[in-house]
């Protein structure tokens, strides 16, 4: 089983660098021998935010955040959320509130470490 770590630092929307990240690791959850990891920092903490509205035919983080938390592991920097007034229970099923100890642990396990 090869484990991949993503670490995704920039906001839900504005840029595509979490839409990107979160692309990949749904496509990698789909393959077999595939562990997928995701660990939201800074302003990525926003993607496991519930109740996400986007317009007719944009894609919602919340949804393919939501798919890798079905299938993989989900993990929100408790430092970022609170920086941001971000409450535990505002986050999306399986997207628990986590630690920097949490994500040293999973980089230090991690066959592959990919940084968004």
Do not use: H
């Amino acid at each position: 089983m090869t484990t991949t770590l993503f670490i995704l630092n920039d906001g839900p929307y504005g840029s595509e660098r979490a839409y990107n990240a979160l692309r990949l690791a749904g496509a990698l959850i789909g393959q077999p021998e595939q562990s997928v990891r995701v660990f939201l920092l800074g302003d990525a903490v926003g993607c496991a935010r519930a109740g996400q509205k986007v317009p007719d035919g944009y894609y919602n983080l919340q949804l393919m955040l939501g798919k890798v938390a079905r299938q993989g592991e989900v993990g929100v920097c408790g430092t970022c959320m609170d920086a941001r007034g971000l409450l535990d229970a505002d986050l999306i099923e399986g997207a628990p509130r986590s630690t920097l100890a949490q994500l040293a642990d999973w980089t230090a396990t991690a066959d592959k470490v990919l940084v968004f």
